[in-house]
């Protein structure tokens, strides 16, 4: 296949740079502890200096995988479908999510919001990112809000983050990893006078899964 040709399969989005996928549980947000079968893609340009998945960023590094071959094979493990990258939305999602719906899939995404939204997506994980702020429509799909705190500024941009999302979505705050023990007193005293927020913990990663 030459290149020219993988750039119109990558670009239709049937086919796409997958830099791993595999069955595990949900370890963060509002569906944290349930069993889903991730696909990370490969491609990120927000640039967030503290990312834990820095080797997602490139998405050329990573291969090309058949579309729908990889939704067959997630499908066969589990109904409970996690998209996340890298930003999946820099890809045309809609060939992948349509077969996963076909297979009978319930779809989740995370995205920094910083792309157009594309695909069948059943529950929308908005984690918006100072160096790429969200588009403004997928502040009203948002399902659940995913504010990462890496220092005091960010509790005022999470507010600010917080009044952008529409009134049904879940409102988190997250300590980032290696700065876990200084923010969580810090993000529960922030909980304990605005209750609509709620705690995240990152718990794949105390359970050392992936």
């Not at 490969?42 to 729908?68: F, Y």
């Not at 917080?162 to 876990?180: A, F, H, I, P």
Request: net charge negative; charged share 25%; with cysteine.
């Amino acid at each position: 296949m030459t290149k020219e040709q993988e750039d119109i399969l990558l670009k239709e989005g049937r086919m796409l740079p997958v830099m791993e996928h595999f069955y595990t549980i949900q370890g963060e947000g509002f569906h944290a502890g349930k069993a889903a079968y991730f696909i990370r893609l490969g491609g990120c340009d927000v640039g967030c200096h503290w990312c834990d998945v820095k080797e997602s960023w490139d998405p050329t590094i990573h291969p090309l995988m058949n579309t729908e071959e990889i939704a067959e094979t997630a499908a066969k493990l589990c109904k409970t479908i996690v998209l996340t990258g890298g930003e999946p939305l820099m890809w045309n999602l809609d060939i992948l999510t349509s077969k996963l719906k076909e297979l009978g899939c319930t779809i989740h995404i995370e995205t920094s919001g910083a792309y157009p939204m594309s695909g069948h997506l059943d529950w929308i994980t908005l984690s918006p990112k100072k160096t790429g702020l969200p588009l403004a429509d997928i502040y009203n799909v948002a399902s659940e809000l995913k504010m990462i705190i890496f220092n005091q500024n960010d509790f005022k941009f999470a507010e600010e983050q917080g009044n952008k999302v529409n009134d049904n979505c879940e409102l988190y705050l997250q300590s980032e990893w290696s700065k876990r023990d200084a923010m969580y007193p810090k993000i529960t005293d922030f909980i304990l006078e605005n209750p609509k927020w709620r705690s995240s913990i990152q718990t794949h990663k105390y359970l050392n899964i992936p």
